[in-house]
């Protein structure tokens, strides 16, 4: 054996050594809020392996409830979260170490679900409006249609905390006339509208929705495996997109629900909305900017670049990854 030969058969071994393998995969702990939109993708990225292809054993957390979700990240029990992008401005302007590394989508659609003798938004004075703990995008999206239509939330209706954060409760809690309205995301307000409540108002917004976000600590000494980690998300957005009938099975065992007509509506909502490179949009930035203003006005003194860190998909995809996955 040639001594060139066998400095490469040495690399060669070198690099299989250090590369992880399924059984060595780092844990990374990553929460979030809520079964909805904007974390569909990553119920198919769990389920289908891109993540331990990548080296890393995430486990996704479902923490039921934004406030839940944020509080987890500061305090370290765990390492990422999906979602919670208003309470992330909150704690940010609170002042939180928090960075924000990208998006699951730059759009949403909200719908106002009511109970069927409803029939305007005026017709909510005087109601009460189910509500998750804590005050988070759909509750502000929610105090924003009341004023548009001459409503003040602070005095018109009432809001009532319902349940532990899962839409469930609060479509149980229409059903049973504890409450008289509630704010939803897909696949929740059709849901709710089969279990015989009234879809009142569809909205399609601007907005940051299953945002990526880590705290600063993590930016500068965990680099490589949060490059790992978004590859491996990219890798589960391209496989949602391209099989449609394997994501509405894995849609079905985390939401719970065998209904394929109901899955599919949560499937076109995600794979027309999905960003295939994670990228924020500068108006679903300040669309939420401007949502966070309505109980915080210094959120007005942020720009759209504050708080990001976007070098990381910069990265990947400059070296070509996203290129390939659509090129297959």
Same mark, same amino acid.
């Not at 990553?42 to 292809?53: C, I, N, P, R």
């Not at 804590?134 to 502000?140: L, N, P, S, T, V």
């Not at 006005?297 to 670049?305: N, V």
């Given at each position: 054996m040639t001594v060139r030969l066998r400095l490469w058969l040495i690399v060669a071994l070198l690099l299989l050594a250090s590369a992880p393998s399924r059984a060595e995969a780092e844990a990374f702990r990553v929460g +979030?809020?809520?079964?909805?939109?904007?974390?569909?993708?990553?119920?198919?990225? /769990?389920? #289908?392996?891109?993540?331990?292809?990548?080296?890393?054993?995430?486990?996704l957390i479902f923490l039921r409830g934004g406030s839940r979700t944020v509080a987890a990240l500061i305090g370290g029990s765990v390492d990422f979260i999906l979602g919670s992008d208003l309470g992330i401005t909150t704690a940010i302007l609170q002042g939180a170490s928090l960075t924000r590394v990208g998006v699951t989508t730059n759009t949403l659609g909200y719908s106002i679900v009511v109970q069927p003798n409803i029939k305007t938004i005026r017709d909510l004075k005087g109601k009460i409006i189910g509500i998750t703990p804590?005050?988070?995008?759909? +509750?502000?999206r929610v105090v924003k249609l009341l004023r548009?239509?001459?409503?003040? /939330?602070? #005095?018109?209706?009432?809001f009532l905390s319902v349940g532990d954060g899962g839409p469930a409760a609060r479509v149980a809690a229409l059903s049973a006339g504890v409450i008289h309205a509630s704010m939803f995301t897909p696949p929740s307000d059709l849901i709710s509208e089969k279990a015989g409540m009234r879809i009142l108002s569809r909205i399609d917004v601007a907005n940051v929705a299953g945002g990526l976000n880590t705290t600063s600590a993590l930016i500068q000494k965990?680099?490589?495996?949060?490059?790992?980690?978004?590859?491996?998300?990219?890798?589960?957005?391209?496989?949602?997109k391209s099989h449609k009938e394997e994501s509405l099975k894995i849609f079905s065992k985390y939401v719970r629900n065998s209904d394929l007509g109901i899955m599919a509506y949560l499937y076109e909502e995600i794979s027309t909305r999905a960003e295939r490179d994670l990228r924020p949009q500068s108006d679903a930035v300040h669309a939420m900017l401007d949502l966070a203003a309505l109980?915080?006005?210094?959120?007005?003194?942020?720009?759209?670049?504050?708080n990001w860190d976007l070098s990381l998909i910069d990265e990947i995809v400059k070296s070509g990854f996203v290129e390939q996955l659509y090129k297959k």
């Open positions: +979030y809020p809520s079964l909805a939109t904007g974390f569909a993708a990553s119920w198919v990225t /769990a389920d #289908k392996g891109f993540w331990k292809k990548h080296g890393l054993d995430v486990e804590g005050r988070d995008a759909a +509750y502000a548009d239509n001459g409503m003040d /939330a602070g #005095k018109d209706v009432t965990g680099r490589p495996q949060l490059l790992r980690f978004l590859r491996g998300y990219m890798e589960g957005i391209h496989y949602l109980d915080f006005p210094q959120a007005k003194k942020l720009s759209e670049k504050d």
